[in-house]
């Protein structure tokens, strides 16, 4: 049963982006629109919080007027679509940079590296681009990767080697190496694809919330998550208020507060945000 009062409170909700509030079609529900605007008038502040580069966010963010800064790389980055203002970014260590691209080249698997603007690729890694599931990322050939090992906020290492992904996963870990997060998983929508995310320890969406809030002097219990994948765990591990969609995963539908009824294509945010809405009505002895 949810508690009204809770609902009442909220001053920020954290969208999600591909599987919640986007369709599968890359569309933001006209409801979710509406209501976006309608909650606004009632205090309630709105971001994303998505595994994509910012560039590849801005334009949500641009349709629903978010000034509240935007959360992308799954935390490594919190920054300002509105005014540029820059809360926090997580770079890879120079050396770690390089490490991992001689390692991709002597196992023949494929690298990238991601900065706030772009991914950067060479002609050898030029398949990147059609191997990678970073929706809206801009991508850019470059001649070699010199002078772009710095500002680093993630390295994307692909391939179908399955075994030689996770042997380059393991070197990028501890004890081989200190201070960086090396994740390891199977495409979701390319088969047979293998893939290694490099990122700076420490950041995550669940950290990024943190981190944002404090700078919004706003309390984790006035908060609200939305999300459905599996990189969204760290957001439901905080104390925020943790919603489901109807097509989430297994994992995240236990750790949520309430599901939806509705999955992301039939806007299913909008059915919680219509509660929201109602919520702070009924505070404000208001109507319809």
């Known amino acids: 049963m949810i508690n009204k009062e809770n609902l009442s409170q909220l001053k920020l909700i954290v969208f999600d982006l591909d599987g919640t509030l986007l369709n599968d079609n890359g ?3 006209n409801e979710t ?5 309608e909650l606004k008038k009632h205090g309630v502040e709105f971001t994303l919080a998505s595994g994509r580069l ?4 801005t334009e949500y963010a641009s349709l629903l007027e978010l000034k509240t800064p935007l959360i992308s790389m799954d935390g490594a980055l919190i920054k300002s679509n509105f005014n540029g203002d820059t809360v926090f970014e997580s770079f ?11 390692l991709a080249d002597k196992l023949f698997l494929k690298v990238a590296l991601c900065h706030d603007e772009a991914i950067f690729f060479t002609e050898y890694n030029s398949s990147i681009p059609n191997m990678l599931d ?7 050939e470059v001649e070699s990767y010199e002078g772009l090992s710095k500002r680093v906020l993630e390295i994307v ?18 004890p081989y190496s200190f201070g960086i997060n090396a994740s390891y998983f199977k495409s979701h929508y390319h088969d047979g694809i293998y893939y290694s995310e490099i990122r700076k320890s420490g950041v995550s969406k669940g950290s990024g919330l ?8 706003i309390k984790i219990t006035e908060s609200a998550v939305i999300g459905d994948w599996y990189n969204d765990r760290s957001l439901f591990e905080t104390g925020a208020f ?3 969609m109807a097509n989430a995963v297994p994992e995240i539908k236990r750790m949520a507060q309430y599901v939806t009824k509705r999955n992301n294509n039939e806007d299913g945010v909008a059915e919680f945000l219509e509660m929201v809405l109602r919520a702070k009505k009924d505070k404000n002895g208001l109507r319809g």
């Open 27 to 29: 569309m933001v529900g």
């Open 33 to 37: 629109q509406k209501l976006v605007g």
């Open 54 to 57: 910012q560039c590849a966010i």
């Open 92 to 102: 890879v260590p120079e050396r770690y940079v390089k490490k991992a691209v001689k």
């Open 134 to 140: 970073k929706f809206g990322a801009e991508f850019r």
């Open 157 to 174: 290492v692909a391939g179908e080697q399955n075994d030689s992904v996770k042997f380059l996963k393991s070197r990028m870990s501890f």
């Open 210 to 217: 943190e981190r944002l809030l404090r700078r919004m002097k």
């Open 242 to 244: 943790k919603v489901a």
